[in-house]
């Protein structure tokens, strides 16, 4: 089945320092996959997206991904972290059907900043 | 100028109780979604609809209908409330495309607590 996978529940870095989120994919084509971040009590804000092209994408609020296919990987980066990065990421993936696009969310990863 | 808003915020209500959401987004989009998010935070479609009509129909219980007026508008009415329906709904929306790269764009969420 396509989906994605988050293996890490939860990460805690020091404030200052670099951070990796891991997300794992199964999609049989090139895949278009997604970085949302979720605040608490927030909806959810989309980082970044990588449909094709150069593995290295970059974000807003300086987050960057890199796509790795013979990992199948699309890991979450960020050189310095901020307290105020302290939220619930997720990665997605869609999945195109007959009947739609669906948008397939890994279980999430919170991140907690420590000052 | 909220993008995609949701009403109420909060819905705390007794079980049995026949209840809505409503979603409304002012991006132009065409396509909105409802989701479900448990209280281990996982994202889960229940519809999509596409121009007013259901493209996507997730294994949700027949209690849970969506109601799409217009375009810009998607109501969720839930009816006979169960303890298990507690949970937060996120109402999303995009423009559909063809292959799925359109981002999607996420309300603040109603957390509904069944009593």
């Known amino acids: 089945a396509q989906s994605v996978t988050q293996p890490d529940i939860h990460i805690t870095v020091s404030e200052g320092a670099s951070l990796e989120l891991r997300c794992n994919y199964s999609?049989?084509?090139?895949?278009?996959l997604f970085w949302y971040v979720q605040s608490p009590g927030q909806g959810l804000q989309l980082l970044l997206k990588y449909f094709s092209g150069d593995t290295l994408v970059q974000g807003i609020k300086g987050f960057e991904a890199e796509f790795k296919r013979s990992q199948s990987s699309f890991n979450l980066r960020k050189p310095s972290v901020h307290w105020s990065d302290a939220a619930e990421y997720f990665c997605a993936g869609v999945r195109v059907t007959g009947g739609g696009n669906k948008l397939t969310f890994g279980t999430g990863t919170q991140l907690k900043v420590e000052l | 100028d909220t993008a995609v808003s949701q009403t109420p915020k909060y819905l705390v209500t007794q079980m049995g109780n026949d209840k809505s959401i409503k979603c409304e987004q002012n991006?132009?989009?065409?396509?909105m979604y409802w989701y479900k998010q448990d209280s281990k935070k996982f994202l889960k479609i229940m519809f999509s609809y596409n121009n007013k009509e259901l493209i996507i129909n997730e294994t949700v219980p027949n209690r849970f209908s969506p109601k799409s007026p217009d375009k810009a508008h998607l109501n969720l009415h839930i009816n006979s409330l169960e303890l298990g329906d507690s949970a937060v709904y996120f109402c999303a929306s995009s423009q559909e495309e063809a292959g799925g790269k359109n981002e999607q764009f996420f309300g603040p969420g109603t957390r509904l607590t069944v009593l």
């Open positions: 999609y049989g084509a090139t895949p278009y």
């Open positions: 991006l132009g989009h065409d396509t």
